[in-house]
T-cell receptor, first 116, second 115 residues
């Protein structure tokens, strides 16, 4: 069974500081991995996805994530936080096997606050 | 093009009543998902439709919950005899393909409040 753990339900950074949101996964086979963002009063939108090409994945708004199989991690980073990055971020995993559920399994989310 | 559309955006109902939540997926998307987002919690998978295959209902929390997808397009999530713990935002998403790599496109959700 696949699962996702996001360490830290709340993260607060200063504007211009590094953003690091942690995600660890558990999957019986090499998974597909995703980060979604939910801005206040909006639906979720895709930030980036890993599907077995390059292990360093670049997404929208300057975010990137690195797939590390040895650490079963897919942490999300951004070199310099902007006020507009304040949102809730969700890591998600999907089994790439032929059997098993194809729906994404989401982590519990990390709320990012950006202080001026 | 149009995104995933959900209606109503807000629903307030009395405990014990039945409710129906509607989802219009993106045209051409074969996969449709329902998730539930409770305050302070992540997204809880409810049900997944893929083409003409039998839906994956493994996430439905009780037999009061059911969902249909008619003609491979519009889906309705029905909650019978609503309870206060059913209060949450119900999110619908669709994706282009059956593979787990296809990203999901989410609607803005229906906020359900059971009083």
């Amino acid at each position: 069974a696949q699962s996702v753990t996001q360490l830290g339900s709340h993260v607060s950074v200063s504007e211009g500081a590094l953003v690091l949101l942690r995600c660890n996964y558990s999957s019986s086979v090499p998974p597909y991995l995703f980060w979604y963002v939910q801005y206040p009063n909006q639906g979720l939108q895709l930030l980036l996805k890993y599907t077995s090409a390059a292990t360093l994945v670049k997404g929208i708004n300057g975010f990137e994530a690195e797939f590390k199989k040895s650490e079963t991690s897919f942490h999300l980073t951004k070199p310099s936080a902007h006020m507009s990055d304040a949102a809730e971020y969700f890591c998600a995993v999907s089994d790439r096997g032929d059997t098993g559920r194809r729906a994404l399994t989401f982590g519990s989310g990390t709320r990012l606050q950006v202080q001026p | 093009g149009a995104g995933v559309s959900q209606s109503p955006s807000n629903k307030v109902t009395e405990k014990g009543k039945d409710v129906e939540l509607r989802c219009d997926p993106i045209s051409g998307h074969t996969a449709l998902y329902w998730y539930r987002q409770s305050l302070g919690q992540g997204l809880e998978f409810l049900i997944y439709f893929q083409g003409n295959s039998a839906p994956d209902k493994s996430g439905l929390p009780s037999d009061r919950f059911s969902a249909e997808r008619t003609g491979g397009s519009v889906s309705t999530l029905t909650i019978q005899r609503t309870q206060q713990e059913d209060s949450a935002v119900y999110l619908c998403a669709s994706s282009l393909g059956a593979g787990g790599h296809s990203p999901l496109h989410f609607g803005n959700g229906t906020r359900l409040t059971v009083t």
